[in-house]
Antibody, heavy 121, light 107 residues
Framework: EVQLQQSGPEVGRPGSSVKISCKAS????????MNWVKQSPGQGLEWIGWIDPEYGSTDYAEKFKKKATLTADTSSSTAYIQLSSLTSEDTATYFC??????????????WGQGASVTVSS | DVQMTQSPSNLAASPGESVSINCKASKSISKYLAWYQQKPGKANKLLIYSGSTLQSGTPSRFSGSGSGTDFTLTIRNLEPEDFGLYYCQQHNEYPWTFGGGTKLELK
């Protein structure tokens, strides 16, 4: 069974950084890219970007290029998203979700349960 | 970026009824439209992709139609487990973009 297990809730101070993890199991980690999606409180979904765990290549939505950094550790089958220079706008739930490859034509067929980030002083 | 407009934002129905949710793209996305279900405490679930292809495990009461800019998700003979949030997403080009969501509630 494919599972994406995300880390627990994070609280970050304004201006600081947080890092969320997503541990994959049930499939070969390097056979899929990992996406990240943001959901602000009571809002819809925003795609942040993807990482190819095998090569470390990434692609980001323009809006998140200076906010998010995607990394992956193939030895532990874990993907990470680091959010920097936190502001209240970053308070949200962040999902990881796998897709089949680089092409936009792929879809996100397995999702993590979400990890909440709260920015508060 | 492709803007996705989903309607209605809220929908109330009873088990056994049929409902439709619409999604409109700001430009042609060919057939590349996906539908997801979101429920509290559960991982988001891919229901349909490429407009009308059912993801493995999606019940046959779900169907998708449309191409170009206009798409529809239809759920026939609603079951209690179908109530929740539904999102459309274009997967024709990056950045992927989502509709604003439809909350399907029990009447």
């Amino acid at each position: 069974e494919v599972q994406l297990q995300q880390s627990g809730p994070e609280v970050g101070r304004p201006g600081s950084s947080v890092k969320i993890s997503c541990k994959a199991s049930g499939y070969t980690f390097t056979d899929y890219v990992m996406n990240w999606v943001k959901q602000s409180p009571g809002q819809g979904l925003e795609w942040i970007g993807w990482i190819d765990p095998e090569y470390g290549s990434t692609d980001y939505a323009e809006k998140f290029k200076k906010k998010a950094t995607l990394t992956a550790d193939t030895s532990s089958s874990t993907a990470y998203i680091q959010l920097s220079s936190l502001t209240s706008e970053d308070t949200a739930t962040y999902f990881c979700a796998r897709s089949g490859g680089y092409s936009a034509y792929y879809v996100m067929d397995a999702w993590g349960q979400g990890a909440s980030v709260t920015v508060s002083s | 970026d492709v803007q996705m407009t989903q309607s209605p934002s809220n929908l109330a129905a009873s088990p056994g009824e049929s409902v439709s949710i619409n999604c409109k793209a700001s430009k042609s996305i060919s057939k590349y439209l996906a539908w997801y279900q979101q429920k509290p405490g559960k991982a988001n679930k891919l229901l349909i992709y490429s407009g009308s292809t059912l993801q493995s495990g999606t019940p046959s009461r779900f169907s998708g139609s449309g191409s170009g800019t206009d798409f529809t998700l239809t759920i026939r003979n609603l079951e209690p487990e179908d109530f929740g949030l539904y999102y459309c997403q274009q997967h024709n080009e990056y950045p992927w973009t989502f509709g604003g969501g439809t909350k399907l509630e029990l009447k």
